[in-house]
């Protein structure tokens, strides 16, 4: 080899461990508040997007971070703490959306409920004199937005709607795919939609300052939608829609960190394409069987053989 080509070599091999050097910063100190947060938020929005889908309540979802935006507004112009802001008015999204429905069909009480709020909270912003910067942040979520100090009230939310979900997943599961025979069984209707959207809101306020007001409906829908794709069984269901959530925040935070390209657009943008490649093919491709097959036909071709009859070039 000669020295040009063993100089741009070492060169090249430089430049790529001044890029692995650069990418691991994405675990510095100053990042970890953000890994933190969004793992909690992940799995809790997993666990609650499972019953979202399955009670067929995503325009709730989409309509409860809306009702949490004026919180946040308010918290910006009073100088409050954000997330009791964010919580307050959730939980008056979920008032609103409960008596609303009792006047009308409930799909207009929602709709009002993101026209009105979504107002409100203009009007706080411009109030506050700090519109731009507030309205990005609060909209689209601010990555290196998370300080310390959020952390524990963050995680403490996270592990409180886990808990309730886990204790109530059987209550839920029944209440959501058959209302009638939860009737039966003594479930009250009223009480159950109280405790689902009561939960939803403490996950939306949440994770609205990470992945903003517009972009917390795919985190709670997409990783949902595909994992019910993967598997029929409520509880594997359950657990492979927070497994999706972590894995698509993680990549969303890894992707915003080296490209500096906004973190609720790689959430938008993967969430999508994870819901459209899981469910525009077949149920059956996806199968714990399939699985298997595919898993065997990758052996033997990697051994040499072939894949459909399992002979090898030897013979």
């Known amino acids: 080899m000669g020295g040009a080509a063993r100089q741009k070599n070492l060169g090249g091999s430089d430049a790529a461990a001044q890029r692995l050097r650069e990418g691991l910063l994405m675990f510095a100190s100053y990042m970890l508040p953000t890994w933190i947060a969004a793992s909690f938020l992940a799995l809790a929005a997993g666990a609650m997007g499972y019953f979202t889908v399955i009670r067929r309540s995503v325009f709730a979802a989409h309509a409860l971070p809306l009702?949490?935006?004026?919180?946040?507004?308010?918290?910006?112009?009073?100088g409050i703490n954000p997330l009791v802001g964010l919580l307050g008015f959730a939980f008056l999204g979920v008032l609103f959306v409960q008596q609303g429905a009792r006047l009308g069909p409930r799909d207009l009480a929602i709709g009002l409920l993101l026209s009105s709020f979504l107002a409100l909270g203009a009007l706080l912003l411009s109030?506050?004199?700090a519109y731009a910067p507030a309205?990005?942040?609060?909209?689209?979520?601010e990555v290196?937005?998370?300080?310390?100090?959020?952390l524990a009230p963050t995680a403490v939310v996270c592990v409180l709607v886990l808990t309730l979900c886990v204790l109530s997943f059987r209550p839920l599961l029944l209440q959501s795919t058959s209302a009638d025979l939860a009737a039966i069984c003594g479930l009250s209707r009223a009480g159950m939609d109280w405790l689902f959207l009561g939960l939803l809101a403490i996950v939306t306020a949440t994770a609205l300052p990470v992945v903003g007001t517009l972009l917390v409906f795919t985190l709670l829908v997409a990783p949902a939608?595909?994992?019910q794709r993967l598997s029929a069984k409520p509880a594997r269901a359950f657990l492979l829609s927070m497994?999706?959530?972590?894995?698509?925040?993680?990549?969303?935070i890894a992707l915003s960190y080296w490209s500096n390209w906004p973190l609720g657009f790689f959430v938008g943008t993967l969430g999508a394409a994870l819901f459209i490649a899981?469910?525009?093919?077949?149920a059956a491709l996806w199968s714990p069987q399939a699985g298997a097959r595919l898993f065997r036909r990758g052996t033997r071709w990697h051994h040499g053989g072939d894949p459909d009859t399992g002979t090898r070039p030897d013979g």
């Not at 497994?243 to 969303?252: F, Q």
């Open 67 to 78: 009702s949490a935006f004026p919180g946040g507004a308010a918290a910006v112009l009073t």
């Open 127 to 129: 109030l506050s004199g």
């Open 135 to 141: 309205v990005y942040a609060l909209l689209f979520g």
């Open 144 to 150: 290196l937005g998370i300080p310390h100090s959020a």
């Open 225 to 227: 939608a595909a994992a």
């Open 243 to 252: 497994v999706l959530a972590e894995i698509l925040v993680w990549s969303a």
């Open 278 to 282: 899981l469910r525009a093919r077949p």
